[in-house]
């Protein structure tokens, strides 16, 4: 099959959403096992190297297409766009700031091979904050190292080709000063911790693990990872996955339009429940408008312009992420209360039962209570002129 | 040394928890490297607004603004002199 193009991704996407996604994401969820076929099918049409230059084999596309095709996977299935988009930060990593032929050469293996990048940011004993790491970089001097991270959480690890871990640059480096990894599979060692058994986002089978990485220094990427956080990591990250939870939010509105145009015809006139429905339409819109106004905003300046670490940036995408993980909730909830005992049913087709799982998770992925905090003291020195 | 300077190595002591002596460390050093963190640096940025009774425009709320102690004092004297 025709690998896609800048110009048919957004499409490939819906279609393997509608086709493939779809189809598993009941199955995926309650196994909580990774969506294979989703995968197999979006890695034929080459979406996993869509933000990769045409040059290096990739789509050359933007954030703009990325952003919209996560959210048409999210429309059916969750887990299958969480990856999606996981994915695709890792690879905007490697695009914006992969400056080494290692990666360059990687860039290109990840268009051939259609490559699975995850990334292991945080670690137990540093309380959550992902810009902080107690495991190093043990260079052994000879252009080889050692990595041990011991990880909370890392998601779709086991299906994973690569690997992006934080570490501090080396065993004497403070915790801030970290750089970023990449660890490829053949270099890995995953010893599991903890099972994945949660309410939603049951697809990511993100359990913890040991890591082991023995690699050659030139799988570090040359930058300094509160440089590569703050240009690219967090506001594709935020970006990424607000598409995602929105594509949640306007499944779980399309039941509930189902659910009222039924009634409408049943009773021949507008029921009760379409005034519910309006209100929902005042959230889902301007949820809409706030998501792709952000992929507008990362789109306009360049990652490495100096003023992509501004700290008016950094708020920016911190609001996004507080918002889109909250407003989903709010969709969600809202829809429910429209289709009322149909939706609450496991059996019924308006059943808004994963809707409701996945969309509470959105919060506590990178807790809002420590952007928010983060985004506090931003705020006492950002005037906003 | 100028004054501005040392007041900008005080604040640094002050707020930047680094992991270097901030009264000696050199003016081309990486703060970064030094264990600056983008927390620290609010503090820091209230640390010069307070000790130059100054304000510091967003645009200069950018990372490279708070990179070395020459640039820390680049951007303080342009508002100094502003």
């Given at each position: 099959m025709a690998r896609v193009t800048k110009d048919t991704l957004v499409a490939e996407a819906k279609r393997i959403g509608q086709e493939v996604a779809a189809q598993h994401a009941k199955d995926v969820d309650r196994e909580g096992r990774f969506p294979v076929e989703a995968f197999d099918a979006l890695k034929e049409a080459g979406l996993l190297s869509a933000w990769i230059p045409e040059e290096d084999?990739?789509?050359?596309?933007?954030i703009l297409e990325i952003g919209r095709a996560t959210e048409e996977l999210g429309k059916h299935c969750a887990s299958t766009a969480m990856i999606f988009a996981m994915h695709q930060i890792q690879v905007a990593c490697l695009v914006y700031h992969g400056t080494s032929d290692y990666m360059a050469g990687l860039r290109k293996r990840v268009a051939d091979e259609q490559l699975l990048l995850a990334s292991a940011t945080t670690e137990i004993g540093i309380g959550g904050d992902v810009r902080r790491s107690t495991c190093a970089v043990e260079d052994h001097g000879d252009g080889t190292f050692v990595l041990v991270k011991n990880a909370p959480v890392i998601s779709y690890a086991e299906a994973a080709d690569i690997i992006l871990v934080t570490a501090r640059k080396s065993p004497d480096a403070a915790p801030s000063d970290q750089v970023l990894v990449l660890c490829e599979k053949a270099d890995l060692t995953l010893e599991p911790t903890s099972t994945w058994d949660t309410?939603?986002?049951?697809?990511?089978?993100?359990p913890g693990f040991i890591l082991t990485a023995r690699s050659t220094t030139d799988h570090i990427i040359p930058h300094e990872y509160a440089d590569i956080s703050a240009r690219t990591m967090l506001p594709v990250s935020h970006t990424l996955w607000a598409h995602s939870w929105l594509g949640i939010a306007t499944s779980a509105t399309s039941l509930a339009r189902q659910f009222v145009r039924q009634a409408a015809r049943r009773s021949g006139s507008t029921p009760p429940g379409a005034l519910r429905l309006a209100e929902l339409e005042v959230v889902l819109t301007s949820f809409q408008d706030r998501v792709h106004g952000a992929a507008q905003r990362y789109a306009e300046l360049d990652p490495n312009d100096p003023a992509a670490t501004a700290m008016g940036r950094a708020i920016y995408f911190n609001t996004l992420k507080v918002f889109a993980s909250t407003t989903v909730v709010d969709v969600v909830a809202r829809a429910l209360l429209v289709v009322g005992i149909q939706g609450y049913r496991l059996d019924s087709p308006l059943t808004l039962d994963r809707h409701l799982r996945d969309a509470y998770g959105a919060q506590l992925m990178v807790n809002n209570d420590r952007i928010l905090t983060n985004t506090a003291a931003l705020a006492s020195v950002y005037r906003g002129d | 040394m100028s004054d501005t300077l040392a007041t900008i190595r005080t604040v640094l002591a002050e707020q930047g928890r680094?992991?270097?002596?901030a009264q000696t460390?050199?003016?081309?050093?990486?703060l970064y490297a030094a264990g600056l963190t983008s927390h620290a640096t609010i503090n820091v940025v209230l640390g010069l607004e307070n000790a130059f009774d100054i304000e510091l425009p967003d645009e200069l709320l950018v990372k490279s603004t708070f990179e070395t102690i020459a640039a820390i004092s680049a951007a303080v004297e342009s508002e100094l002199g502003a």
């Open positions: 084999g990739g789509a050359g596309a933007t309410m939603g986002f049951r697809g990511t089978c993100s | 680094l992991s270097v002596d460390v050199s003016e081309t050093a990486d």
